[in-house]
């Protein structure tokens, strides 16, 4: 072949982005506007948070710049006393609300995404154990994965939060509760990626690539990463994005009854325990704007979730 019909084929062979454009996924995505718009609305929420000291025009964390003068402004009114103005109020310490929102969803998916990484690292590991070594490692993982949903994650979580935080020095409790919030939804949480692992293991491992890799000399390790495990992948991935969601409201349901992040760097779990005192005072919007928040962030990974699922599902292509 010539260098000329090299380049001709060359410009002919599409790059992995146009593949990827081009893709099954890709076109499923460009005709779903509810995963178009879930999709902005997490981008622009997870962006809003990453770039939050940016964006903020406060720091609600800081002490040294909070003014208790400014409490309880109505949202857009000047405050009575220094007559500044801000764009969703203050809550009772003065903080600026839309600081404080941007701050504590910086928190809560920290607390989301740390909690869901343990939970899958957990879940895939004992997955692909249980699914290709079987026997009594596979009968002590099920059992185990059974006793634990028979109880709610949260109360699990819950069970986890204060067993860890009581072996915690009480001077190092304030420091170490995101810590331990992550461990104890992770903990509660690993079931699911777990059953699904094992599941997608017990198919594949008696196929016939995988006997060829053991015919060449495989070892059990090597062949659950490289060939089992990218199978699986899909639906890790989908559980991934729901399981998101679902550590998020985890989150701030423990911070709202006042067990999960500490009062110094709120989440918005914690924001709405502090507006729901305050929600029949007058100043709804201390309890109103996190709560639409939490709502929009879990709502939207949630049908972004929903969209995954039913995109990478083979039957309905």
Not at 16 to 40: C, E, K, Q, T
Not at 93 to 119: E, H, K, N, P, W
Not at 124 to 146: H, K, N, P, Q, T
Request: charged share 15%; glycine share 8%.
């Amino acid at each position: 072949m010539s260098d000329h019909q090299i380049e001709i084929e060359t410009r002919r062979t599409p790059g992995r982005l146009a593949r990827a454009w081009n893709g099954d996924l890709a076109y499923s995505f460009r005709h779903s506007p509810v995963a178009m718009i879930s999709a902005f609305m997490v981008a622009l929420l997870v962006l809003s948070a990453v770039f939050a000291p940016w964006i903020a025009p406060h720091n609600p964390f800081d002490p040294g710049s909070l003014n208790l003068m400014n409490g309880f402004t109505p949202p857009g009114e000047p405050n009575a006393f220094t007559g500044e103005v801000f764009l969703l109020g203050t809550d009772d310490q003065g903080r600026d609300v839309f600081s404080t929102i941007l701050y504590g969803m910086r928190i809560s998916l920290l607390v989301g995404f740390s909690a869901v990484m343990l939970a899958m690292v957990i879940g895939v590991v004992l997955g692909l154990l249980a699914g290709y070594l079987g026997g009594w490692i596979e009968s002590v993982i099920m059992r185990i994965a059974d006793i634990q949903l028979t109880f709610p994650a949260i109360l699990v979580a819950m069970l986890i939060f204060g067993v860890a935080k009581g072996i915690t020095p009480p001077e190092y409790r304030d420091q170490m509760a995101i810590y331990v919030l992550i461990l104890a939804i992770g903990l509660s949480d690993w079931v699911q990626f777990a059953r699904v692992v094992r599941g997608a293991t017990l198919v594949e491992k008696n196929r016939e690539y995988v006997e060829a890799a053991r015919l060449v000399g495989r070892r059990p390790f090597s062949i659950m990463i490289r060939h089992i495990l990218p199978n699986a992948l899909n639906a890790v991935l989908v559980i991934a994005t729901i399981s998101l969601a679902l550590a998020i409201i985890a989150e701030a349901t423990l911070s709202f009854l006042g067990v999960g992040a500490p009062p110094t760097k709120p989440s918005l779990g914690t924001l709405i325990r502090i507006g729901q005192g305050y929600m029949f005072s007058g100043e709804w919007w201390i309890l109103l704007f996190p709560a639409l928040t939490l709502l929009a962030l879990a709502l939207s990974i949630n049908l972004l979730g929903d969209w995954l699922r039913d995109a990478l599902n083979p039957r309905l292509r």
